[in-house]
């Protein structure tokens, strides 16, 4: 959960995204879109109809075409080996529609980095085209991502600074102390109680780039209270 940062507020997939997207229509010919992956040096792109995301076609489909289907023996053989079977129609496809698979896995702009790696990770996909409602307007690939989660020390020190002791908590630079060494953060300093202390390490563990939090934050003590005695 992101805690008290909201979604909002995490780095967001249009933060990372690529703007300029390589697509194919889907009467595109297969030499065609070989040709332009290797000129565009992608391994994958999105097959559109104007702004519409149709599918995404990859290298894998493409080198379908350079295998045949194999000769099955018989019914049990078929049905033993059918999931390693090349799909027939990506055999047969001469075409980026033909080819593609679809429907295409997307996601939104203002989605965090850290659902579009998961997405990724699950689906064991490169890349998700970026949709603002039925419209393409990015792409974000695993590099993309690698590159955000891989931000240097300074980054990630002025994100927790700014976006969150100062703007968040409004609190001073001189109340809490922040060090961050090879993504591993250091809190330090007194804050008011020992709520607002797991809320700022909770803040500070949602930057891309952290690796760990260790916190020396303080507060006062709740002193018990005393009953008054009536004489």
Known sequence: ???????????????????????????????IVATRMLEYGVSGMPVVDGDRVLGVISETDVLFKERTAPDR????????HY??????????ARTA??????????????????DAAERMLELSIDRLPVVDGDSLVGIVTRTDLVRAF????????????????LRRFWLSTATVQITV??????????VASKELADSIVEFAEQPPGVVSVE?????PKTKPRRERTLA
């Open 97 to 114: 529609g033909q080819a593609m698979t679809t429907p295409a896995v997307t996601i939104a702009p203002g989605r965090s980095v850290a």
């Open 181 to 190: 060494d090879d993504g591993d953060v250091a809190l330090e300093g007194r």
């Open 73 to 80: 023996k018989g019914l049990v053989d078929w049905l033993v």
């Open 1 to 31: 959960t992101l805690g008290v940062r909201d979604k909002e507020e995490a780095m967001k997939v249009s933060d990372v995204m690529t703007e300029k997207v390589f697509t194919v229509g889907s009467d595109t010919p297969l030499k």
């Open 150 to 165: 891989t931000r240097g020390d300074e980054e990630i020190e002025r994100d927790i600074r700014e976006d969150g002791i």
């Open 83 to 92: 999931a390693e079977d090349p799909p027939l129609a990506k055999l047969e």
């Open 215 to 219: 916190s020396k934050l303080t507060w």
